[in-house]
């Protein structure tokens, strides 16, 4: 079956951890062959996100976004009244929001199959506050400054490890506390995951060394949400409370709020392809 996309254009973060000139150059090739070239092509960090206008003045249809979960995350957020369709492509370090819709496969298959029709358009369920929308999740709490401890990891700065790590581990402990409105369970961080009909929120355990050290093995592996957690509720919405205002990470990137802040459950604006 054929594809209804003919103009394409391509956003790829050379930063990102799997990305590379050349795999755009496959990927151009791929378009080429499929009978609809690529209209457009940004490269990040020089270029710049474009807007729902810009694409629908270019007559684009189908955006192909090669990148990790964090510019995926920025790029939807300026086409949430855009009527074509985004193609996540994996080329960051986790990929998680990929592979939601592709599985493990490389971008190059996943792009002959979108332009050979063996694709679905999708709307997938997501996590709204004022800080913003997340497609993965939202980490809330103190122990988000694991976050910095992993950037240091992956640019292997082992001053900027020693800097960090500290810091990291007097917030999981003595940090002040998230909690979910009507319940006095405090923890260091809740996790926030969204699900086809509600919100799943998971308490992250930091009671002992070793839930510590689990927890910034889990960081600098990747994924944070892999600690050792307990759930928590589920339900359409939540409001995390605290002492002051909340660290956030919004599909790993860092954000803030106010103690009271609400997080709920809505279908993304914007369509994504899926193949698997």
């Given at each position: 079956m054929a594809?209804?996309?003919?103009?394409?254009?391509?956003?790829?973060?050379?930063?990102?951890g799997s990305s590379d000139e050349a795999l755009v150059g496959r990927l151009s090739e791929i378009c080429d062959a499929a009978g609809a070239p690529l209209v457009r092509t940004i490269l990040l960090p020089d270029g710049e996100l474009p807007s729902a206008d810009i694409l629908a003045g270019e007559g684009v249809d189908l955006l192909l976004v090669l990148s990790g979960d964090g510019t995926l995350n920025a790029a939807a957020a300026k086409l949430e009244t855009w009527n074509g369709a985004m193609l996540p492509l994996p080329g960051g370090t986790l990929n998680l929001f990929h592979k939601t819709l592709h599985g493990d496969a490389n971008p190059e298959d996943i792009?002959?199959?979108?332009?050979?029709?063996?694709?679905?358009?999708?709307?997938?369920?997501?996590?709204?506050?004022d800080a913003g929308r997340a497609y993965i999740g939202v980490i809330a709490g103190p122990t988000t400054a694991w976050a910095e401890v992993r950037e240091?990891?992956?640019?292997?700065?082992?001053?900027?490890?020693?800097?960090?790590?500290?810091?990291?581990?007097?917030?999981?402990?003595?940090?002040?506390?998230v909690r979910i409105r009507g319940s006095d369970q405090s923890f260091q961080a809740i996790n926030l995951t969204p699900k086809?009909?509600?919100?799943?929120?998971?308490?992250?355990?930091?009671?002992?060394a070793g839930s510590i050290l689990s927890h910034g093995i889990a960081w600098l592996g990747?994924?944070?949400?892999?600690?050792?957690?307990?759930?928590?509720?589920e339900r359409r919405a939540v409001v995390i409370e605290s002492k002051a205002s909340i660290g956030?990470?919004?599909?790993?990137?860092?954000?803030?709020?106010?103690?009271?802040?609400?997080?709920?459950?809505?279908?993304?604006?914007?369509?994504?392809?899926?193949?698997?």
């Open positions: 594809s209804s996309f003919s103009r394409p254009a391509l956003i790829c973060n050379l930063r990102s792009l002959h199959d979108a332009l050979a029709g063996r694709a679905r358009a999708v709307n997938p369920p997501t996590i709204l506050s240091q990891f992956r640019s292997l700065s082992l001053s900027g490890l020693a800097e960090t790590i500290p810091g990291a581990i007097d917030a999981t402990l003595y940090g002040d506390g086809p009909d509600r919100i799943l929120a998971e308490g992250l355990i930091t009671d002992s990747g994924d944070f949400r892999e600690g050792p957690s307990v759930d928590l509720s956030l990470l919004l599909d790993g990137e860092p954000a803030e709020l106010p103690s009271g802040a609400t997080y709920r459950l809505e279908r993304s604006p914007l369509a994504f392809l899926a193949t698997a």
